[in-house]
Structures are given as structure tokens and as C-alpha cells.
């Protein structure tokens, strides 16, 4: 009675040791699939600060700005941790005269990456008299390796289409309005 018992017991075994071996390749290709996408770090770490960031993607103010050329720009505003730490990531595509101007309660020196950019930018940092005191031009997208700092203190930071910057005339000491 007993070896029919445990031939019995091996017979099931096997069927649910492949049932089980199954659901977790499913699992682990799924987490995969997840961090492939930039999301499953967000997921997996379960942070709110994190969940936050990929849920409010578009700043939930915009308003036109002035270049020193005189060339308006509409501009989402960044000026709250969420909207500073999601910038323009994942966008595929920025109008030619538009960017995000990112706000800071105080000058210091800022420093960006472009973890999850997708677009090349040129990085325009300017300080509390909204004077440029830095421009990067053309930054290297989707990647953390290169920092773009503002080198001086800086309140704001604005972020446009690459060489929109040589496009317009923009250099160290123009002045922006808004």
C-alpha cells in the first residue's frame, strides 16, 4: 500500500513541480518586461514619492516666456519635487518652441541628468534676475553618465529642443521675461 501511495505522491509532484516552474518564468519575464520599460523600478520599490512621478506626468501649470530675441515660449512649469524629478521624461517629442522651466525656491548650483529623456535638449540655467548664467547644448538623451550643472547659482532651469539655444541667439548674461 505504501508504494502505490508514493508513486501516487511522485505522479503529482511532477505535474505540479512544472506548474510551478512555469508561473515563475511567467513572473520573472514579467518583472523584465517592467524594468525594459523604466517602470518596474518604480513598481518594485513600491515608493510613494516614486508612484507619484509616473503618475503625474504633465505639470499642471503652463505659461508663455520670453526670449531675450523677443520669441515667445510656452513652457510647462516644474516647481515641486514630483514635477523637478519627472521633467520631460519619456516624451518622444517637444513643439519647436516650447520647453519646461524648472523653479527652485533658491539660487544654487543645479545639476540635471537625462535619465529617461528621450529628446536631446539644450539646458539653460538661469539665476533669480532670470539672466543665463549657463547653457549645455545638444545633451546626450537617455542616459545618467553625463551631468549638465549650472556651474553658478541658479533659480531656474529651462529646458528646449536641442540647439534651440544657437537657433535664437541665447548666450551667458541674456536675459529671459516672464
Do not use: C
Not at 79 to 107: C, H, I, S, W
Not at 118 to 140: C, E, G, R, S
Not at 150 to 174: C, H, M, R
Request: hydrophobic share 45%; charged share 20%.
Amino acid at each position: 500500500m505504501n508504494n502505490i501511495k508514493n508513486k501516487i505522491l511522485q505522479n503529482l509532484k511532477s505535474p505540479i513541480i512544472l506548474l510551478i516552474s512555469a508561473i515563475a518564468t511567467v513572473i520573472s519575464v514579467f518583472f523584465a518586461v517592467l524594468i525594459a520599460l523604466g517602470v518596474g523600478e518604480n513598481f518594485l520599490n513600491n515608493n510613494e514619492a516614486n508612484q507619484d512621478i509616473q503618475l503625474n506626468a504633465i505639470p499642471s501649470e503652463n505659461i508663455e516666456i520670453i526670449a531675450p530675441n523677443g520669441k515667445k515660449i510656452f513652457v510647462e512649469i516644474a516647481d515641486d519635487n514630483t514635477e523637478r524629478q519627472r521633467g520631460l521624461m519619456f516624451r518622444d517629442y517637444l513643439p519647436e518652441d516650447a520647453g519646461m522651466l524648472f523653479v527652485f525656491e533658491k539660487e544654487q548650483t543645479l545639476n540635471f541628468w537625462m535619465k529617461n529623456t528621450y529628446i536631446p535638449l539644450d539646458i539653460i540655467f538661469l539665476d533669480a534676475d532670470k539672466k543665463v548664467v549657463k547653457i549645455h547644448t545638444n545633451t546626450m538623451p537617455n542616459q545618467t553618465t553625463e551631468i549638465y550643472s549650472s556651474e553658478k547659482p541658479a533659480k531656474y532651469t529651462l529646458e528646449v529642443n536641442a540647439f534651440w539655444t544657437e537657433k535664437n541667439g541665447i548666450k551667458i548674461g541674456d536675459r529671459f521675461i516672464w
